[in-house]
């Protein structure tokens, strides 16, 4: 679980995040949405400790991130996936390369065990079907195939789901979603939609997801918050949001619809 307490973050003279609390929901999607500059990008960089508060805390796991050592940091950081707004991919690298990155770089040199984890991953996201569905030659050629693929060879949608299978890596408790459906199109916005609710139930993960796309919003998540001019001006369930009279509310959903 992840409590967010009084938190309040400023740049300068710019208030970003006003006394901002809220709890993330362990096994459950929380989408954070709110305009351009709204302060969500700054939230998320303190939950993860890129950022101190000025003031508040976060807590994850009952470990207090503003006050954890680098080591200690980076045993939390360990729980967590992020998957990136583009996907972020490495021109440079393959497929497979890409995907266990970060095994490879925490110092991971068994070559079946990085090859195990790239081929249930990528099956997580629908990328290689079931072993036991196809026959072995069948899954084998698929997956030589799509393992040596080049990130510029791949499709948009196939790059969201080859960097979502970079996050799973792992096992992580917490995923981290940057504007998942930016950019996509309808068909293949809702293809990853489907996809992250598919995550979800199987892995069980705790999902936390920024976007402007209020589709995306009522039919993955579980809860929505919402900032505006730094505060938090909406904390509940899907319903609770669309029956809304908070102004700021009712001109997000009107602009974003």
């Known amino acids: ?49 890129l950022l101190q508060p000025d003031e508040g805390s976060i807590i994850v796991d009952g470990k207090e ?83 040596n693929k080049m990130p510029s ?17 792992g096992s992580p408790e917490y995923l981290f979603y940057d504007e998942p459906t930016t950019g996509l199109d309808p068909v293949t916005s809702e293809q990853i939609d489907d996809l992250i609710l598919s995550v979800q139930k199987r892995t069980k993960v705790t999902s936390i997801v920024i976007t402007h796309d209020l589709f995306s919003v009522y039919k993955i998540a579980d809860k929505v918050a919402m900032l505006h001019e730094g505060n938090k001006v909406f904390d509940g369930n899907v319903d609770e949001f669309k029956s809304s009279e908070i102004p700021a509310i009712k001109e997000f959903q009107e602009r974003y619809s």
């Open 1 to 49: 679980m992840i409590k967010i307490l009084n938190l309040s973050k400023s740049f300068g003279a710019k208030q970003i995040l006003h006394e901002i609390s809220m709890t993330i929901e362990q096994g459950k999607t929380t989408c954070i949405i709110g305009k351009s500059g709204s302060g969500k990008s700054v939230l998320i960089k303190n939950i993860v400790g």
């Open 65 to 147: 991130i503003p006050n954890l050592t680098r080591k200690e940091l980076f045993e939390v950081r360990n729980k967590m996936g992020f998957v990136f707004q583009g996907a972020a991919l490495f021109d440079s690298l393959n497929v497979f390369e890409n995907v266990v990155l970060r095994l490879f770089e925490q110092g991971e040199r068994d070559f079946e065990y990085l090859e195990k984890e790239a081929k249930r991953v990528l099956n997580a996201v629908q990328l290689l079907p079931d072993i036991d569905e196809v026959s072995e030659n069948v899954y084998l050629k698929e997956w030589n195939i799509l393992k």
């Open 153 to 169: 060879e791949l499709s948009g949608g196939m790059r969201k789901r080859v960097g979502l299978a970079r996050a799973l890596v």
